[in-house]
């Protein structure tokens, strides 16, 4: 009897087992949730978590500009019996300059930012020391001809060419005054450069009329913000060929006819010239200075009268 009994009990456990084992749901009934649950979690790569796109090195515009405020400290600017001084209107242009750049993206570097005198070799040396950057020199114009006026920019190498165009495209044409185009000059601070530079003579201080619109802060702004804009679209420049399509479309900057000037002496570097002229003089003998001294003042004059450079209003 106990073993039928036995048997029994047996037979109903294993009806019960089966009925729980049939009552599971199938593995593809599992709920969204569930799967998600008892997956198995993939590791992430790193191109899955960073999909920033890198930009080649060689294909970036260049990002750092060097702005140089003209003369500064003693150094005043203009010419004699100029009432406004270049060197105060010089970095004010530039500083504002400096803040439409750095609003664009760019990285600002200034040679002065403040009323000091910086030599022209270490202005030339902080623009060196930047490989990939680009140059703009900040001045204002002067002349004993009270009448001269317009805005000027000057570069010197080929490579500066459509820096100086954009910005002089943009700067002249913003600028109610006349247009004296783009030149090519070799001043110190142009040519000992070995990145694109230009210098922008911002108008005449000895003009009644520039003087006057040089001293207004919202022209000056004006100034910075063409400046800025010619440096931002400088990528733009035509090439001569699509110039006029260009200018008629109102599409790009178009390359900038320029007047070649480099036959005219540098004033930086005579002065320095005769700086060095100076000091071989002082020891020469007295028997020689005599002799030189002997000569007439005819002669003089004349030889002078030969050697003076052209005048010019820069």
């Given at each position: 009897?106990?073993?039928?009994?036995?048997?029994?009990?047996?037979?109903?456990?294993?009806?019960?087992?089966?009925?729980?084992?049939?009552?599971?749901?199938?593995?593809?009934?599992?709920?969204?949730?569930?799967?998600?649950?008892?997956?198995?979690?993939?590791?992430?790569?790193?191109?899955?978590?960073?999909?920033?796109?890198?930009?080649?090195?060689?294909?970036?515009?260049?990002?750092?500009?060097?702005?140089?405020?003209?003369?500064?400290?003693?150094?005043?600017?203009?010419?004699?019996?100029?009432?406004?001084?270049?060197?105060?209107?010089?970095?004010?242009?530039?500083?504002?300059?400096?803040?439409?750049?750095?609003?664009?993206?760019?990285?600002?570097?200034?040679?002065?930012?403040?009323?000091?005198?910086?030599?022209?070799?270490?202005?030339?040396?902080?623009?060196?020391?930047?490989?990939?950057?680009?140059?703009?020199?900040?001045?204002?114009?002067?002349?004993?001809?009270?009448?001269?006026?317009?805005?000027?920019?000057?570069?010197?190498?080929?490579?500066?060419?459509?820096?100086?165009?954009?910005?002089?495209?943009?700067?002249?044409?913003?600028?109610?005054?006349?247009?004296?185009?783009?030149?090519?000059?070799?001043?110190?601070?142009?040519?000992?450069?070995?990145?694109?530079?230009?210098?922008?003579?911002?108008?005449?201080?000895?003009?009644?009329?520039?003087?006057?619109?040089?001293?207004?802060?919202?022209?000056?702004?004006?100034?910075?913000?063409?400046?800025?804009?010619?440096?931002?679209?400088?990528?733009?420049?035509a090439s001569t060929?699509?110039?006029?399509?260009?200018?008629?479309?109102?599409?790009?900057?178009?390359?900038?006819?320029?007047?070649?000037?480099?036959?005219?002496?540098?004033?930086?570097?005579?002065?320095?010239k005769r700086g060095?002229?100076?000091?071989?003089?002082?020891?020469?003998?007295?028997?020689?200075?005599?002799?030189?001294?002997?000569?007439?003042?005819?002669?003089?004059?004349?030889?002078?009268?030969?050697?003076?450079?052209?005048?010019?209003?820069?």
């Amino acid at each position: 009897m106990l073993k039928y009994f036995l048997n029994f009990s047996f037979l109903l456990a294993g009806a019960f087992i089966a009925t729980a084992v049939c009552g599971l749901p199938a593995p593809s009934s599992l709920s969204s949730r569930e799967k998600r649950a008892v997956a198995p979690r993939a590791t992430p790569t790193p191109a899955a978590q960073q999909r920033t796109v890198i930009v080649s090195e060689a294909n970036r515009p260049s990002t750092t500009v060097v702005i140089d405020a003209g003369h500064g400290g003693f150094d005043r600017g203009g010419i004699p019996r100029q009432l406004v001084p270049e060197k105060t209107m010089n970095l004010d242009v530039a500083q504002r300059l400096k803040a439409v750049l750095t609003a664009y993206g760019y990285r600002v570097v200034m040679t002065r930012d403040s009323d000091v005198f910086v030599p022209l070799g270490t202005r030339v040396a902080i623009a060196n020391s930047y490989r990939d950057a680009i140059f703009v020199c900040i001045h204002f114009n002067a002349a004993p001809r009270r009448s001269a006026s317009g805005i000027e920019t000057y570069f010197y190498s080929s490579q500066s060419l459509p820096l100086a165009s954009a910005i002089h495209y943009y700067v002249a044409g913003g600028a109610p005054t006349s247009n004296r185009g783009v030149r090519r000059r070799g001043f110190y601070v142009l040519r000992k450069t070995t990145i694109p530079s230009v210098l922008v003579e911002c108008g005449f201080l000895t003009n009644a009329t520039e003087a006057n619109y040089a001293q207004s802060a919202s022209y000056r702004q004006k100034l910075a913000e063409e400046i800025g804009r010619g440096v931002r679209e400088r990528s733009l420049v035509a090439s001569t060929s699509a110039a006029n399509r260009l200018a008629a479309n109102n599409t790009g900057v178009p390359l900038q006819p320029f007047i070649d000037q480099t036959h005219y002496r540098d004033p930086d570097l005579a002065r320095s010239k005769r700086g060095k002229r100076s000091s071989k003089s002082s020891s020469r003998s007295t028997s020689s200075k005599r002799k030189h001294s002997s000569d007439s003042d005819s002669g003089k004059i004349s030889k002078k009268k030969k050697s003076a450079p052209a005048q010019t209003e820069d």
